[in-house]
């Protein structure tokens, strides 16, 4: 490994930090609306079809891991000796988060007839592992055709392959092919407790969910070249996102734009919007140098993990109603809602900004 790859690897991508916490922001927010009865509309999942800013948290994540995984591997990719502690190393990291998706589950409660097996933790894990063998295995011009087999494959799977007892393709709620192939392999009593007859990180999603983390790959290969300038990097992502968006939008008329079954145009929607942010974070932070407004959220990005994992160990509520109680008062409706959120957010922050001042971060 030269000195130039030496430098390059130990280089951090902020723009990716902030943008990691401002999801996870996005993330708190969408979880603690604090009052479930006046949700605001944005911070809903759609019903079915069509998309919502919640919709993308997400495909944001999954498109980060891609990011990721370029910075994290780097040049070790190029010295083929060193694929097979590669991959262990992440078949190890994939297994720790399931690890902890499961621990999660039994810690308080031990019931194993109504486990779901599958989630958003275990969807990072799969397709983390899957992309970093495609990373390590392949180049950036099969990562396209991949990418392009996954979406088509994935539409002609769902739109064309007639379902089971139907006789036809369908894509209502419950009835398509990937919900049967949910009940056939992880039955009723191992999905998503929100309806048992469909699961939103089932099986067959899981096929898209990668595309949108090659996604993140390619992009990250693209930020990390050395033969084009910062300027003409974002010029050529600002491009990819109005081809992807576009894209989208056109596919959206035989194929919907939906989260819950990660359709192909939803795909390519919520990659055109990561671009999009991911772009011009980069160009504001890392090219530009403008660091100390992006602090705030770059602190959660640096923790993500950390702060996921707390809310299901730490009783945050206790602590915000505690605290600022008051000032939800002070405000009233509709905006206590809002604010109880806000106060929800700053405990958490302050936590870690302590544990950041002591360069203390959570890696799996």
Request: glycine share 4%; net charge positive; with cysteine.
């Amino acid at each position: 490994m030269t000195q130039t790859e030496v430098i390059q690897e130990k280089k951090r991508l902020l723009s990716l930090d902030f943008f990691r916490g401002l999801t996870v922001a996005a993330m708190i927010l969408v979880n603690n609306p604090g009052d479930w009865e006046h949700i605001y509309a944005p911070l809903e999942h759609s019903k079915w079809n069509g998309c919502t800013p919640t919709d993308l948290i997400f495909p944001f994540f999954l498109f980060m891991v891609g990011v990721s995984i370029v910075y994290a591997i780097g040049a070790r990719k190029n010295d083929k000796t060193l694929h097979r502690q590669i991959i262990l190393k992440a078949l190890r990291r994939s297994i720790t988060i399931y690890i902890i998706y499961v621990a999660i589950h039994f810690l308080f409660v031990f019931n194993f007839k109504n486990f779901r097996i599958l989630g958003v933790l275990p969807r990072i894990a799969i397709v983390f592992f899957i992309c970093v063998v495609i990373y390590t295995k392949t180049n950036f011009r099969q990562w396209l055709w991949i990418f392009s087999i996954i979406l088509i494959l994935y539409c002609f799977l769902m739109t064309v392959i007639p379902v089971p007892g139907y006789a036809y393709a369908i894509l209502e709620p419950g009835k398509n092919l990937a919900a049967w192939v949910d009940n056939i392999i992880l039955t009723p009593k191992h999905m998503w407790s929100g309806t048992k007859t469909w699961d939103p990180e089932g099986l067959l999603s899981t096929l898209p969910a990668i595309a949108t983390c090659l996604s993140g790959m390619m992009v990250g290969s693209t930020l990390k070249r050395n033969d084009k300038t910062e300027a003409d990097k974002v010029a050529w992502l600002l491009t990819f996102t109005s081809f992807s968006i576009i894209a989208a939008l056109i596919w959206n008329n035989w194929f919907s734009i939906n989260k819950a079954l990660w359709t192909s145009s939803f795909v390519l929607l919520a990659g055109g919007l990561s671009l999009l942010f991911l772009s011009l974070f980069y160009y504001i932070i890392d090219v530009l140098g403008h660091k100390k407004w992006a602090f705030f959220f770059t602190v959660i990005g640096m923790n993500s993990i950390l702060i996921y994992m707390s809310s299901r160990f730490i009783n945050w509520k206790y602590a915000t109603d505690g605290f600022f109680l008051w000032f939800n008062q002070l405000v009233g409706e509709p905006w206590n809602a809002f604010t109880w959120v806000f106060c929800f957010l700053a405990v958490k922050w302050a936590l870690l900004y302590f544990l950041y001042k002591k360069k203390v971060f959570l890696r799996v």
